[in-house]
Structures are given as structure tokens and as C-alpha cells.
């Protein structure tokens, strides 16, 4: 017996296996940044509409496949982590079963198998890495797309720069600026977070937050700068908390009595406030689009028109939004509304018991562990960001990946978060 247990430790330590770690976190990184659909998607696709390219959505089925095989080298582990996350793979499947009552029955079948197949990208990525792992694996991906966005920006403007309306601002590898502004706010986070995993190399992981903040600053995205503000708080803060507990009372304190004096202020004066921050008050003309779509969701509150399927077709149910709007409105700049519109109420409340219970399992952490420097701060910005932004629930995206990541980390037992589990 113990000869037979030294061979079984000879072999996972073997020469196969120290391989195939680093190509299993090279595979990772690679998906990662594809699901940004960075620099693929402007150079094969139109109009920052991946789906215009044949290409890219042929891209895709082999990805599927491998995730798959992914899923399988690790069975145990991929079951029990499906099992704690119920909530997310029951709107994934959601998703899918609305192309029964959906507008356009087709495409939303297509679409929520790419959104299963996304979700089950992130609950592998939770089954194979912990977070000393999957932490730096983040924050070196948005470092990969932020040297790369720097590259083209200096040296082809004609593709990296703005040369429109927002003459000077610098997108990058993506479609438009603020798509790189969030990019690089995530980025900023994950790799503080980083430095927190690796103590040792926190010199470069700081050099790299500051790196991915000052692209921020050259994208001249808003958002994205209060994103990176409100980031770089967050985690000075829960530095500040982790110093003691009457310190942490005084800070959280402090922190509650500056949001209720802002929420008075938004209460009182939103106008000249949303004014203030460069911005019309109608949000660039979101509360317009709001209140049309509003009207439609009352037509269908409770399965919505099928995921995905709302913004498809010329004659569709968007045509008279965008009949009313004089524009060509893309999505409901809304995450919560854009569930609305594709799977209605039950899409909204699973969304938000999943983002619920996953912020109260990132706020446990607060006292320990390096996670919560990401958890925290990434599912409070990705809460904001809905408001003005269609972010949540979208197929072969780097943000829905991120979030089932994190979601499904979380709703590990703590002992798993800083060991091997391989």
C-alpha cells in the first residue's frame, strides 16, 4: 500500500502533470480574452455587433467543445460546485427555454445555448482554480488587453483612437472608449487584488493597477473613471477595515454617512448633480429609451420576448421603440430592464437572489482572505454599472463569465480558497 501511494504522488508530481498546469492556465487566459471580444471583434466584425461575423460565431462551437472536456477532467468538482450555484444555471436555462414564447424563437435558442455554454465557462474556471489562482489569472488577462490596447493605440490611432465625436479618446482593441475604460477599472481591481495573492510580486502587480488606471484616464470614459474611483476606495477601505475593528466601525460609519449625504444630495438636486458630472440629465437619453420600454414590458411582464430576441429584426418589437426615439437604440442600456425584455420577472428576481447572496458572501469575507478585494468591490461595480449599462446575463462575455466565477467561488467553503484543489 504505500509503495502504490508513493507511486500515485509520483505521478501527480511527474513531469506530465507540471506541464499541463501551465497550459491549462495558458487556455484559460486565451478564452478569457476572447470572451472580451477584443481585437477579433472590430477587425471581423460591423458596427460592434459580434453576431454580424460568421466567423467569430463559428469561433465559438469549438470553444464549447473544449469547455466541456474541461468540465469533465474534474467531475466531482464541477457537480457540487453546479449544485451551490442553482440560482445562476436556473436563469442560464431560463434563458434558453424562453425561445418557446420568444419573438423569434431561433435566435433566442441559439443565443441562450451560447449564454449555458458561457455560464458553464465560468463554473469551470471556479473548479479549477482557487483564488490565489484565478485572482492574478484575471488581473494578467486585463493587463494582456490593456499593453495591447496601448500598442494600437500608438502605433495604428486609425484603429485604436477615436477620430468621431470623441475625437482623441483611446479605445484600444474594442469597438468604442468606454469599453475599454471598464475593461481597465476591472483590470485596476483585480490586480490590487493580486498583490494581496502574491505578496511577493505586489511591486508588479502595483505597477500593473497603475498602469490599466492611467488607460482609464486615456480612454476619457466617465464611467469608467468613477468605476476606478469607487474600485480604488473600496479596496482602501477594506485595507483600512482589516487594521481593527474600532478602526473598521469608524470607516464603515464614515462610509455610510457619506452615501446617505450623496443620496440626499441626488435627492434633492439630481439635475445639477448628473450636470456636474458631464452628463445630461436624462443619462445621454436613457430615461427616454426607459419609459417606452417600460410600455412594452407591460405587454409581456412575465416571460418577456425571449432572450436576446427583442433588438432583432427590423419589424420587431423594437421598431417602435426606435420609431418613438428617432434613433437606432441597440439595447435598453439597462441590465435589469434588458431581463425584463427577454425573460420578464422570473429572469429578474433569479438575477437578483444570485447577486444578492453573492455579495453577502463576499461581505463575510471582509476580515479575511485575499478575495474579498476582488469579490467585493467587482459585484458592487457590476451592480452600479447596471443601472446605466446592459451588462448582465450576456453570452460569450467576459463580464457574465467573471460574475459565475466569482459567484461560484464564493459559494465554496472557505476552507477551499487558498488551497489546491486539483
Known amino acids: 500500500?504505500?509503495?502504490?501511494?508513493?507511486?500515485?504522488?509520483?505521478?501527480?508530481?511527474?513531469?506530465?502533470?507540471?506541464?499541463?498546469?501551465?497550459?491549462?492556465?495558458?487556455?484559460?487566459?486565451?478564452?478569457?480574452?476572447?470572451?472580451?471580444?477584443?481585437?477579433?471583434?472590430p477587425l471581423l466584425a460591423a458596427d460592434g455587433d459580434p453576431d454580424s461575423s460568421a466567423l467569430l460565431r463559428a469561433m465559438w462551437l469549438p470553444i464549447y467543445a473544449l469547455t466541456l472536456l474541461w468540465l469533465i477532467?474534474?467531475?466531482a468538482r464541477t457537480l457540487d460546485l453546479i449544485w451551490r450555484v442553482p440560482v445562476i444555471l436556473a436563469l442560464s436555462v431560463l434563458c434558453l427555454a424562453s425561445f418557446l414564447w420568444s419573438v423569434d424563437a431561433g435566435?433566442?435558442?441559439?443565443?441562450?445555448?451560447?449564454?449555458?455554454?458561457?455560464?458553464?465557462?465560468?463554473?469551470?474556471?471556479?473548479?479549477?482554480?482557487?483564488?490565489?489562482?484565478l485572482i492574478p489569472l484575471f488581473a494578467a488577462v486585463f493587463a494582456v488587453i490593456g499593453v495591447l490596447s496601448a500598442a494600437i493605440a500608438m502605433a495604428y490611432p486609425a484603429m485604436g483612437v477615436h477620430h468621431d465625436v470623441h475625437a482623441g479618446a483611446w479605445r484600444?482593441?474594442?469597438?468604442?472608449?468606454?469599453?475599454?475604460?471598464?475593461?481597465?477599472?476591472?483590470?485596476?481591481?483585480?490586480?490590487?487584488a493580486a498583490s494581496v495573492c502574491q505578496p511577493r510580486q505586489r511591486w508588479i502587480w502595483w505597477s500593473l493597477a497603475g498602469f490599466m488606471a492611467a488607460?482609464?484616464?486615456?480612454?476619457?470614459?466617465?464611467?469608467?473613471?468613477?468605476?476606478?474611483?469607487?474600485?480604488?476606495?473600496g479596496c482602501g477601505a477594506i485595507h483600512l477595515v482589516r487594521?481593527?475593528?474600532?478602526?473598521?466601525?469608524?470607516?464603515?460609519?464614515?462610509?455610510?454617512?457619506?452615501?446617505?449625504?450623496?443620496?440626499?444630495?441626488?435627492?434633492?438636486?439630481?439635475?445639477?448633480?448628473?450636470?456636474?458630472?458631464?452628463?445630461?440629465?436624462?443619462?445621454?437619453?436613457?430615461?427616454?429609451?426607459?419609459?417606452?420600454?417600460?410600455?412594452q414590458i407591460e405587454d409581456r411582464p412575465w416571460t418577456g420576448f425571449?432572450?436576446?430576441?427583442?433588438?432583432?429584426?427590423?419589424?420587431?418589437?423594437?421598431?417602435?421603440?426606435?420609431?418613438?426615439?428617432?434613433?437606432?437604440?441597440?439595447?435598453?442600456?439597462n441590465g435589469w430592464l434588458e431581463l425584463l425584455l427577454g425573460v420578464g420577472v422570473p429572469g429578474v428576481v433569479l438575477m437578483a437572489i444570485s447577486l444578492g447572496a453573492s455579495l453577502f458572501r463576499a461581505f463575510s469575507r471582509l476580515f479575511?482572505?485575499?478575495?474579498?478585494?476582488?469579490?467585493?468591490?467587482?459585484?458592487?461595480?457590476?451592480?452600479l454599472i447596471s443601472i446605466s449599462e446592459s451588462n448582465l446575463v450576456q453570452r460569450n462575455a467576459i463580464s457574465w463569465v467573471l460574475f459565475v466565477a466569482t459567484a461560484a467561488r464564493l459559494a465554496m467553503p472557505r476552507r477551499y480558497s487558498r488551497t489546491s484543489e486539483r
Not at 500515485?8 to 487556455?27: Q, T, Y
Not at 474600532?246 to 462610509?255: E, K
Not at 479575511?368 to 451592480?383: D, H, N, Q, R, S
Open 215 to 233: 488607460m482609464v484616464l486615456m480612454s476619457t470614459s466617465r464611467t469608467a473613471l468613477l468605476a476606478l474611483l469607487l474600485a480604488m476606495a
Open 1 to 41: 500500500m504505500t509503495s502504490l501511494a508513493s507511486h500515485i504522488a509520483a505521478v501527480r508530481s511527474g513531469p506530465a502533470l507540471n506541464l499541463a498546469r501551465p497550459l491549462e492556465c495558458l487556455f484559460a487566459g486565451v478564452l478569457l480574452f476572447l470572451l472580451s471580444q477584443g481585437l477579433l471583434g
Open 368 to 383: 479575511g482572505g485575499p478575495e474579498a478585494y476582488w469579490a467585493i468591490v467587482f459585484l458592487v461595480l457590476t451592480a
Open 172 to 192: 484600444g482593441i474594442f469597438w468604442e472608449k468606454n469599453t475599454l475604460g471598464a475593461m481597465m477599472a476591472f483590470g485596476t481591481t483585480a490586480a490590487i
Open 243 to 295: 487594521r481593527g475593528f474600532g478602526f473598521a466601525a469608524l470607516i464603515l460609519c464614515g462610509g455610510g454617512l457619506v452615501v446617505f449625504v450623496g443620496a440626499l444630495i441626488l435627492a434633492v438636486a439630481p439635475v445639477t448633480v448628473i450636470e456636474a458630472l458631464g452628463r445630461d440629465a436624462t443619462l445621454t437619453g436613457r430615461t427616454d429609451i426607459w419609459i417606452i420600454l417600460a410600455e
Open 73 to 75: 477532467i474534474s467531475p
Open 107 to 133: 435566435l433566442t435558442q441559439r443565443r441562450g445555448f451560447a449564454l449555458v455554454m458561457t455560464t458553464l465557462i465560468g463554473i469551470a474556471l471556479a473548479a479549477r482554480f482557487n483564488w490565489d489562482e
Open 306 to 333: 425571449g432572450y436576446g430576441a427583442f433588438w432583432s429584426g427590423d419589424y420587431g418589437p423594437a421598431f417602435w421603440v426606435r420609431q418613438r426615439t428617432q434613433w437606432d437604440v441597440p439595447t435598453a442600456h
